[in-house]
Nanobody
């Protein structure tokens, strides 16, 4: 079983910054993808950013140029540096890890408990 623990959430004023961290533990295969998703009350969960174990990144259009995702493969930890925060960024942010043991096996997804990010003046 894989467990993910997020940290770094909180309240910040518009234009401020926060850095989220997510540490994964358990049996984790070396080829994997980790990412951040967010969900506001009454809305669907949406992708924020992902990063592969090889370092390839993908961002939602709404956060490009403001957020940066990175990871430390040795620690199985993923980070999300959030700059120029807007009220629209307010949501619960969830960490996700996706991997599979072999190329023929099914993809497995694991989620963290989430951390609240609130942007308001």
């Amino acid at each position: 079983q894989v467990q993910l623990v997020e940290s770094g959430g909180g309240s910040v004023q518009p234009g401020g910054s926060l850095r989220l961290s997510c540490a994964a533990s358990g049996i984790i295969f070396s080829i994997n993808t980790m990412g951040w998703y967010r969900q506001a009350p009454g809305k669907q969960r949406e992708l924020v950013a992902t990063i592969t174990s090889g370092g390839s990144t993908n961002y939602a259009d709404s956060v490009k140029g403001r957020f940066t995702i990175s990871r430390d493969n040795a620690k199985n930890t993923v980070y999300l540096q959030m700059n120029s925060l807007k009220p629209e960024d307010t949501a619960v942010y969830y960490c996700k890890l996706s991997h599979r043991a072999w190329t023929w096996s099914t993809m497995r997804d694991y989620w963290g408990q989430g951390t609240q990010v609130t942007v308001s003046s």
